[in-house]
């Protein structure tokens, strides 16, 4: 995982709540093997409709991804993660995260911005009025600016949650960090315990 301090970027107005996991990268695409690829199912079954805000050319090069509350519900699928970042989202804002959507995103690098209602309808409209109004996203401040509209909003993270990002830690990292201590561990092991010898 790579580490994450500032991201900066335009952005997309996904104005609809409660998205599912299901909507976000449908069952279809779990058969893959493959850890590559989700992004051509990314929202699929809405892509169909040419006027889904994410076929807007408009918005194509946008880094971030402005939601409704709930955004992230549903069943636990990394693949949602997955196929938001391959698609080139780097964080996602919205009222209310699903929690394991919220768990798995910061595991795999990606940041979710959790902002109240009204901050999230204000940045909603604002994208929806200009298309390439300047986010930054300080994860060392937990803070989200627009400089071009004087615009600046804190947001929660967990003290490990932002280690975690700032340093690029996936949970094997983090276990690494103690390999020092799992290998004395393991030296002074019982010679009739298990071991992975």
Not at 67 to 94: C, D, L, Y
Not at 112 to 129: A, F, I, M, S
Request: include cysteine; aromatic fraction near 8%.
């Amino acid at each position: 995982m790579e580490p994450v301090h500032i991201i900066q970027g335009t952005a997309v107005p996904l104005d609809r709540s409660d998205v599912d996991t299901d909507q976000i990268i449908p069952s279809d695409w779990l058969k893959r093997v493959e850890r590559t690829g989700f992004e051509k199912g990314l929202f699929s079954e809405w892509k169909d409709d040419p006027e889904f805000i994410l076929n807007d050319e408009a918005y194509s090069a946008a880094s971030i991804l402005i939601a409704g509350p709930n955004f992230g519900t549903g069943s636990s699928r990394e693949h949602a993660v997955w196929a938001i970042q391959q698609a080139g989202f780097k964080a996602v804002i919205s009222p209310r995260f699903g929690p394991i959507f919220k768990n798995n995103s910061t595991k795999n690098g990606l940041v979710p911005v959790e902002v109240e209602t009204k901050v999230g309808n204000r940045l909603l409209e604002e994208v929806r009025r200009q298309p390439l109004l300047e986010f930054v996203i300080d994860v060392e401040r937990a803070l989200v600016e627009i400089p071009e509209i004087n615009f600046e909003c804190g947001f929660p993270l967990d003290q490990s949650v932002q280690e975690r990002l700032l340093n690029g830690l996936d949970d094997i990292s983090i276990t690494l960090t103690n390999e020092t201590s799992i290998s004395r561990f393991e030296e002074s092991r019982l010679a009739w315990l298990p071991s992975q010898k």
